[in-house]
């Protein structure tokens, strides 16, 4: 009783995110007291596995004692200080050790809240940093078909997401959509570097004529996430890293979803051997635990700024900016893959991940490109049930599993303390799932 109480008054009070809410009237919400490592429990002593890492932002699980006691320890000291005028340990070592995983290529961290802001930042800072040398024609943006940067106006700018977008068109400045190199793409005897390299040409030939106007172009590095986990090839990173230098256009990697090792490297950019002129993070740096978000970049972005005349400072700033509790959980995270050698170990938790995936359901008439990159596997599935997505998110609460489908694209997306029996449950309760929706 008390917990439809809850619901009820959860659902009179408070608006969800990227909800219909009417939807609430036949699917419930989902009532949470506690988070232990993989696990999700409500107040009816069920359990849910984690899946999808509380959308994409869980490392290390829930309730990681380390970075429980990191933040606690930060608790007795310093809560919060504004960042303009002041500084504090953890913002400094926090941005030193980012700078350093870059190997001091992107060696100057900008702090905001959410990944959104990031993107916004690394806008204005890109356009801002062409301005402020004598180009001030250059102020438009290119992403790739179905990319995700966000969604407060200025990253709807960039993100190709039309459920998101087409509402507030008449408010966003939309930039250019050149084609993906999603993988998926493939035409036959085509492999996926041919694809990506398609996808390089016709940028090649978008920014020989419009490159005057072009301030950046933005990515998501190997796996574009929300618009159904599309992958592609590292070969495109590559050339668009060259096209961006011939065409004095920067390159913004939004790591937001794919950085922190996500992919299989720290930075998914690593695996294509290139640095971009921004990084944006947020997700993952912090654990998973407080809103953290920073765009790294460049001593030559940086360097665009740095003047006498206040004007041609980056006058950007958000209230938490470079929270000390925010920094201190990034810290304890960053520990964590230093101590526990994630990256490593994270290969063998991966291949598990992945071979379970393929053996439940490569073979499966209805499945369709079983793909994976690190700690993401996904596959599409072939049905013209509308309502796909919810059906088969709440078979897999009655299974135990936390799974959000995209559309038609299953993923898993754990957080990387998975054993090989959570991975055994998560993908046994996907295949019942699956059953219970299309037989
Ligand atoms: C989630 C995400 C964002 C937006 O982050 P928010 O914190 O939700 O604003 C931006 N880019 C990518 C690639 C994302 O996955």
């Not at 809850?6 to 009532?31: F, G, I, N, Y």
């Not at 699980?61 to 930060?74: K, S, V």
Request: glycine share 8%; proline share 4%; with cysteine.
């Amino acid at each position: 009783m008390t917990q439809s109480r809850l619901l009820d008054r959860s659902r009179r009070a408070v608006w969800h995110p990227c909800t219909q809410m009417k939807s609430h009237e036949s699917l419930p919400l989902v009532p949470i007291t506690r988070g232990e490592g993989v696990w999700l429990y409500d107040d009816n002593g069920r359990r849910f596995l984690d899946g999808v890492s509380a959308w994409w932002v869980n490392l290390f699980g829930h309730c990681n004692p380390r970075i429980n006691d990191a933040i606690c320890e930060q608790l007795e000291t310093l809560e919060h200080v504004m960042l303009a005028g002041f500084t504090h340990a953890p913002v400094v070592e926090l941005s030193e050790r980012l700078s350093a995983l870059t190997g001091h290529q992107l060696g100057h961290a900008f702090y905001a809240s959410d990944g959104a802001s990031a993107t916004e930042i690394a806008l204005k800072m890109s356009m801002h940093a062409w301005r402020n040398q004598g180009e001030t024609g250059k102020d438009r943006f290119i992403s790739l078909a179905g990319s995700y940067h966000g969604e407060t106006v200025g990253a709807l700018a960039v993100t190709d997401v039309h459920l998101f977008r087409d509402a507030y068109a008449p408010l966003v400045r939309a930039g250019t959509v050149v084609p993906s190199p999603d993988a998926r793409q493939a035409e036959p005897g085509e492999t996926d570097t041919d694809v990506a390299e398609r996808a390089a040409q016709a940028l090649e030939h978008y920014l020989a004529e419009h490159h005057d106007e072009i301030a950046a172009l933005i990515v998501e590095p190997l796996v574009q996430g929300a618009v159904g986990m599309a992958m592609y090839h590292p070969h495109y990173l590559r050339r668009a890293r060259e096209l961006c230098d011939t065409y004095r256009v920067h390159l913004i990697a939004d790591e937001i979803a794919v950085g922190c090792g996500r992919t299989g490297s720290f930075f998914a950019c690593e695996q294509a051997g290139i640095w971009p002129d921004m990084m944006c993070l947020s997700k993952g740096i912090s654990g998973g635990y407080l809103p953290l978000s920073l765009v790294l970049s460049t001593d030559a972005i940086y360097d665009c700024f740095y003047d006498d005349d206040v004007h041609r400072g980056f006058l950007h700033s958000h209230s938490y900016t470079g929270n000390p509790l925010a920094c201190r959980a990034a810290l304890a995270t960053l520990d964590i893959f230093k101590a526990d050698d994630v990256i490593h170990t994270n290969k063998a938790r991966a291949e598990l991940l992945g071979d379970a995936t393929r053996e439940a359901f490569a073979e499966h008439p209805a499945v369709r490109h079983l793909r994976q990159r690190g700690m993401i596997v996904a596959f599409d599935v072939d049905t013209v049930e509308r309502e796909f997505s919810q059906r088969f998110f709440a078979a897999g609460l009655d299974q135990g599993v936390l799974l959000r489908p995209i559309g038609n694209t299953v993923y898993f997306m754990p957080p990387y303390i998975v054993e090989a029996d959570d991975i055994a449950h998560l993908v046994r309760g996907a295949a019942a799932a699956l059953k219970h929706c299309i037989g």
